[in-house]
């Protein structure tokens, strides 16, 4: 099992940039793949990134290819998203998520985080 919690959302100006950060308890946080989820007011939760437990293999949404960058680090039991170029339209709670193997739907990631807000204005 693998408790999460994110942090780092906050209010950013069109164009800026802002940093997620996932961090999971437990020692076994290698072996989840990790992804970033948003969901706006009145939306699905939408998948934004993936990554393999290695950290080798990624995958993006075309909403976010080229912007936002998932990263991880196993040592510290650590998973990030870097966002760059944000839009009004990323407004959004974002969380990330485990799942014990590599997996792109909601349904397929068993552990949640709280969700960190995040609201960029234009």
């Known amino acids: 099992q693998v408790h999460l919690v994110e942090s780092g959302g906050g209010l950013v100006q069109a164009g800026g940039s802002l940093r997620l950060s996932c961090a999971a308890s437990g020692r076994t946080f290698s072996r989840y793949a990790m992804g970033w989820f948003r969901q706006a007011p009145g939306k699905e939760r939408e998948l934004l990134a993936t990554?393999?437990?290695?950290?080798?293999?990624?995958y993006y949404a075309d909403s976010v290819q080229g912007r936002f960058t998932i990263s991880r680090d196993n040592a510290k039991n650590l998973v990030y998203l870097q966002m760059n170029s944000l839009k009004p339209e990323d407004t959004a709670v974002y969380y990330c998520a485990a799942a014990d193997h590599w997996a792109t739907v909601p349904v397929e990631y068993g552990y949640w985080g709280q969700g960190t807000q995040v609201t960029v204005s234009s």
């Open positions: 990554i393999s437990r290695s950290g080798r293999v990624t």
